[in-house]
Nanobody, 123 residues
Framework: VQLQASGGGLAQAGGSLRLSCVVSGRTTNDAATAWFRQAPGKEREFVAGIRWSGGNTYYTDSVKGRFTISKISAKNTVYLQMNSLKPEDTATYYC?????????????????WGQGTLVTVSS
């Protein structure tokens, strides 16, 4: 399994970015993908997750109403639409995959990680 994240960059506060994660090698819908982020000097934190089967979505409280996770199964791609960005959203964002449909909020539960894409939000 390989995950390729893209779409990071520089945005102003209040702006938007869309991250993409192409997942190759996924052989079952009994899987979940999540986005985590890590800011300098901080621990990695769960941002949003989605089940490949059913498409149920989950968010951390700080991004609810601003971020939307979605997928196009035929393209093996998961998206993270980020609106109303804040400087505190600045971090490297990682997409992940785990076998099993439960979306965990703990990084150690995920088997595969992409390389990360940097999001910088200026005030």
């Amino acid at each position: 399994v390989q995950l390729q994240a893209s779409g990071g960059g520089l945005a102003q506060a209040g702006g938007s970015l869309r991250l993409s994660c192409v997942v190759s090698g996924r052989t079952t819908n009994d899987a979940a993908t999540a986005w985590f982020r890590q800011a300098p000097g901080k621990e990695r934190e769960f941002v949003a997750g989605i089940r490949w089967s059913g498409g149920n979505t989950y968010y951390t409280d700080s991004v609810k109403g601003r971020f939307t996770i979605s997928k196009i199964s035929a393209k093996n791609t998961v998206y993270l639409q980020m609106n109303s960005l804040k400087p505190e959203d600045t971090a490297t964002y990682y997409c992940t995959l785990r076998w099993g449909s439960t979306v965990h909020k703990v990084a150690e539960r995920y088997n595969y990680w992409g390389q990360g894409t940097l999001v910088t939000v200026s005030s």
